[in-house]
């Protein structure tokens, strides 16, 4: 429905239809599939598959053909177009041991979002309504709590029910695993479930609460920095509550205290930073304490803290040892072994190297050159989204401080995961990207041409 929606609007010359495809259509993407494989209509797979690279293809030749307004181009544009003709090259080339098909899948999901950057470019910032899709955004994270408390009440995956582990053998060549036949991902140390609710995993899940938490924060900052949420922005952030404590992922849970806390010095706010600080503290003497309690009743929070904390959980232990792998396939192989041979494309191929860290999974690839090219667009946006937040206003504002919250959210889960592989966060925060540089490369047009006109 989010699709057809998104063609009908975009044939009207209405290129933000493709922005509610990304929100509500990308997110449902592998649960839509996966229903759709089940009740049989496995033909139609390689179509829907295709939906979302059609759409931003589209809106992207369509936004170019039509474009009138003067471009000012910005660091992160030639960054990101580099990368992606760099990249490009290890599709073409015969580099590496996958096939030219494999390469261009695997260049897809690794470099997709530059075109999706592209297109987010070419619309013409005036015409987007930042507040109403950043609540369609808010929106989303109530929807998903709503079915991950269902989820919980019935102590029962979602995916579970829409044959989620035929999907994915049939479609990436992924055996079920773990006790609850789905993967590993979907549970914890001591066989606690960790809950994906409407999306491809648990840390699919994590990383759109993130972006959530963002955008909230963003939305209900006025000006003068106060935060002042209405009652959607209140039951949206108590979402995000739920969602972060039941997708159990670690990284996301450490990125969202980041998050408040970066936020609480953004917007110079002593008393949360305060509160922060005490909490930290309150915490780390209870810990104390418990250790020092020979007759402890819960063993088992321990040894998930300690395990974590000294890199002997298994989790942390499997991904220091694909950080060791990687690093060393870039050590001996600086300029990459070929696209395919790293990542979610490698796993389904069973030739994965280092493929648990999103910077790891690039310079394994196609090597030093790549990861800096990525390295250095997601500083670029750091130092910009920091900078033009203090002169921005009104939705610009809003859209800066998300975006800024948004890439510092992301630094950690990319240690432990591919996050381009993710469909919704890659193309949502990509799309965001565009806008806000859009907005401020015009913004520095303006004020070149004011100082020129003055001189």
């Given amino acids: 429905m989010s699709f057809l929606y998104a063609v009908k609007e975009i044939f009207k010359g209405n ?3 493709l922005i509610v495809y990304l929100i509500f259509g990308l997110s449902l993407y592998t649960t839509a599939l996966a229903l759709v494989f089940n009740f049989g209509y496995r033909g139609f797979l390689p179509v829907l598959q295709s939906f979302k690279e059609v759409l931003v293809v589209i809106v992207f030749l369509s936004c170019l053909w039509n474009l009138k307004r003067k471009l000012t181009f910005h660091f992160v544009d030639y960054a990101v177009a580099a990368f992606f003709c760099y990249t490009l090259l290890y599709a073409i080339l015969p580099i590496g041991e996958q096939g030219l098909v494999n390469r261009f899948i695997a260049f897809k999901t690794t470099s997709f979002f530059c075109v999706v950057y592209a297109a987010a470019r070419l619309i013409d910032p005036k015409t987007i309504f930042i507040s109403k899709y950043f609540h369609y955004i808010m929106l ?11 989820e919980v009440r019935r102590d029962l995956h979602l995916q579970s029910l829409i044959g ?12 079920p695993s773990g006790n609850y036949g789905l993967s590993w991902t979907f549970e914890s140390l001591g066989g ?4 994906a609710s409407i999306f491809a995993s648990p840390l699919e899940h994590a990383g759109a609460t993130l972006i959530a938490l963002s955008v909230i924060a963003g939305v209900y900052t006025k000006d003068d920095y106060t935060f002042k949420p209405d009652l959607p922005g209140w039951l949206a952030l108590g979402a995000t509550v739920l969602s972060i404590i039941f997708a159990i992922s670690r990284s996301a849970f450490i990125s969202y205290c980041i998050i408040v806390y970066c936020y609480s010095k953004i917007t110079h706010k002593k008393l949360l930073l305060r509160m922060i600080h005490f909490g930290i503290a309150a915490v780390v003497l209870y810990f104390i304490y418990y250790l020092s309690q020979e007759d402890r009743y819960d063993e088992l929070v321990q040894d998930v803290v300690i395990d974590t904390l000294n890199f002997t959980h298994p989790s942390s232990v499997g991904h220091v040892l694909e950080w060791i792998q990687g690093i060393m396939s870039i050590y001996t192989n600086p300029l990459g072994i070929g696209m395919g041979s790293s990542g979610r494309i490698g796993g389904s191929l069973g030739e994965n190297i280092g493929g648990e860290n999103q910077y790891i999974i690039i ?15 997601y500083v670029s946006l750091l130092r910009n989204a920091r900078k033009w937040y203090r002169k921005l206003t009104n939705k610009e504002r809003q859209l800066a401080l998300a975006i800024l919250l948004i890439k510092i959210g992301f630094i950690i889960p990319s240690l432990t995961s591919e996050t381009e592989s993710s469909v919704y966060i890659s ?6 990207t565009g806008i806000f540089i859009s907005i401020i490369s015009e913004k520095r047009l303006k004020n070149d041409e004011a100082v020129s006109s003055g001189s």
């Fill in 192 to 195: 606690f479930k960790r809950f």
């Fill in 427 to 432: 193309y949502v925060t990509w799309f965001l």
């Fill in 15 to 17: 290129s933000q239809g």
């Fill in 140 to 150: 989303l994270a109530v929807f998903t709590a709503m079915v991950l408390m269902y």
């Fill in 164 to 175: 989620l582990a035929d999907f994915n053998y049939y479609v990436f060549n992924l055996d």
């Fill in 363 to 377: 310079g394994v690839q196609a090597g030093i050159i790549a990861l800096c090219l990525y390295l250095s667009i």
